[in-house]
């Protein structure tokens, strides 16, 4: 287990290294950082960093709870603290639009609370900030300021709606067995959320595929890009590092091989095999459930969802909520195997 753990962070710092056009920052959990891009109605790009399995020499985690959050600015470097409270306000609001219903918002809440404690519990450094955010960008948790300037005259009546509902689950947490859960977030499915060791190589009991089929009707649900060969060219070798075999684009991919839930685990690229996870940062897609064609002298690249697809979807808990599902419902749904305490 530790061979293969230290083996994933090397796989993890070798991408790091050579993605540098990825649609999104890969996770760095086990450093205690990662990085959350805020939705706008509908959610957009929810991605916090990826849970990582817990590691045989991580350290033991703690089950207490904080009143200050420790996180780092990913823009600047620095290290900054909020109250618990003003980091669930602010992680809300940067990844839910604050007229969504109440239940939504509130999981949302429970989610960030409990994942950002994941963290923490297992960060090598925890004094170096649990979490990377940048709030001057919207994304992962916004301050003060940044709220006053995104919500302009709303600013008082948004404050007041998210404080209120974040005050009714401040002091809740999701665990598993005895630590706080690596309850991660996205935005969209393909229809079924992803298991997490398709994206992140290891599996966690709490982070398996459940159904999330309201995914399938919100906005933007399908979105489609298209490249020239040399822009699709540039992009791969650029980021992957490979070059042409020779064969006309119209042979450069093979038939992906798709994981249960529906999304791309690997596809033929010039004679290689290329994860989907893989591809999906190279060309900054917004899904890993996607289908490349050509054809008019272009690549069309369609993909379903958005984010990684692994535990909660946030449109699927506007969906559950809109049908009267409580957050603790909501939760338990996402997230099985987990046990919401005080």
Same mark, same amino acid.
């Given at each position: 287990m530790k061979k293969?753990?230290?083996?994933?962070?090397? &796989?993890?710092? &070798?991408? !790091?290294? &050579?993605?540098?056009?990825? !649609?999104? #920052?890969?996770?760095?959990? %086990?450093?205690? #950082? !990662?990085?959350?891009?805020? /939705?706008?109605?509908?959610?957009?790009?929810?991605?916090?960093? =990826?849970?990582?399995? %817990?590691?045989?020499?991580?350290?033991? /985690?703690?089950?207490?709870? =904080?009143?200050t959050f420790l996180l780092t600015n990913a823009a600047t470097g620095e290290v900054f603290s909020l109250s618990r409270r003003d980091y669930l306000i602010g992680a809300v609001a940067a990844e839910m639009p604050v007229s969504w219903p109440d239940e939504a918002l509130k999981a949302q809440a429970i989610a960030a609370h409990s994942y950002l404690l994941y963290c923490r519990d297992h960060s090598a450094q925890p004094e170096q900030g649990w979490l990377s955010v940048d709030p001057a960008r919207r994304q992962g948790c916004l301050t003060e300021p940044v709220l006053r300037s995104y919500w302009g005259t709303a600013y008082d009546a948004n404050y007041a709606r998210l404080s209120a509902l974040v005050d009714q689950v401040t002091t809740k947490v999701l665990y598993y067995e005895d630590a706080p859960a690596g309850t991660s977030y996205f935005a969209i499915s393909n229809g079924r959320t992803e298991a997490s060791e398709n994206v992140w190589g290891a599996p966690l009991p709490y982070l398996v595929p459940v159904d999330s089929?309201?995914?399938?009707?919100?906005?933007?649900?399908?979105?489609?890009?298209?490249l020239t060969a040399d822009q699709m060219q540039a992009a791969l070798t650029e980021t992957l590092g490979l070059a042409p075999d020779g064969t006309p684009p119209e042979r450069w991919f093979g038939q992906p091989t798709l994981t249960a839930s529906g999304y791309v685990a690997s596809i033929p690229l010039w004679g290689q095999s290329v994860t989907g996870p893989t591809l999906r940062r190279s060309l900054g897609l917004r899904s890993t459930c996607f289908s490349i064609e050509w054809g008019d002298g272009n690549f069309t690249v369609t993909t379903q969802g958005y984010g990684h697809g692994v535990g909660l979807s946030q449109w699927g808990a506007k969906a559950l909520a809109e049908q009267g599902a409580s957050c603790q419902e909501i939760l338990a749904h996402y997230f099985p195997h987990t046990e919401l305490r005080e």
């Amino acid at each position: 287990m530790k061979k293969a753990f230290l083996l994933l962070c090397a &796989v993890l710092l &070798v991408l !790091g290294s &050579v993605l540098p056009l990825a !649609g999104y #920052r890969l996770a760095e959990t %086990v450093w205690g #950082r !990662g990085a959350a891009a805020p /939705p706008s109605p509908p959610p957009e790009s929810a991605e916090p960093a =990826a849970p990582e399995p %817990v590691p045989d020499s991580a350290p033991a /985690p703690s089950t207490a709870d =904080a009143e200050t959050f420790l996180l780092t600015n990913a823009a600047t470097g620095e290290v900054f603290s909020l109250s618990r409270r003003d980091y669930l306000i602010g992680a809300v609001a940067a990844e839910m639009p604050v007229s969504w219903p109440d239940e939504a918002l509130k999981a949302q809440a429970i989610a960030a609370h409990s994942y950002l404690l994941y963290c923490r519990d297992h960060s090598a450094q925890p004094e170096q900030g649990w979490l990377s955010v940048d709030p001057a960008r919207r994304q992962g948790c916004l301050t003060e300021p940044v709220l006053r300037s995104y919500w302009g005259t709303a600013y008082d009546a948004n404050y007041a709606r998210l404080s209120a509902l974040v005050d009714q689950v401040t002091t809740k947490v999701l665990y598993y067995e005895d630590a706080p859960a690596g309850t991660s977030y996205f935005a969209i499915s393909n229809g079924r959320t992803e298991a997490s060791e398709n994206v992140w190589g290891a599996p966690l009991p709490y982070l398996v595929p459940v159904d999330s089929a309201t995914d399938q009707t919100a906005e933007n649900f399908t979105y489609t890009i298209t490249l020239t060969a040399d822009q699709m060219q540039a992009a791969l070798t650029e980021t992957l590092g490979l070059a042409p075999d020779g064969t006309p684009p119209e042979r450069w991919f093979g038939q992906p091989t798709l994981t249960a839930s529906g999304y791309v685990a690997s596809i033929p690229l010039w004679g290689q095999s290329v994860t989907g996870p893989t591809l999906r940062r190279s060309l900054g897609l917004r899904s890993t459930c996607f289908s490349i064609e050509w054809g008019d002298g272009n690549f069309t690249v369609t993909t379903q969802g958005y984010g990684h697809g692994v535990g909660l979807s946030q449109w699927g808990a506007k969906a559950l909520a809109e049908q009267g599902a409580s957050c603790q419902e909501i939760l338990a749904h996402y997230f099985p195997h987990t046990e919401l305490r005080e």
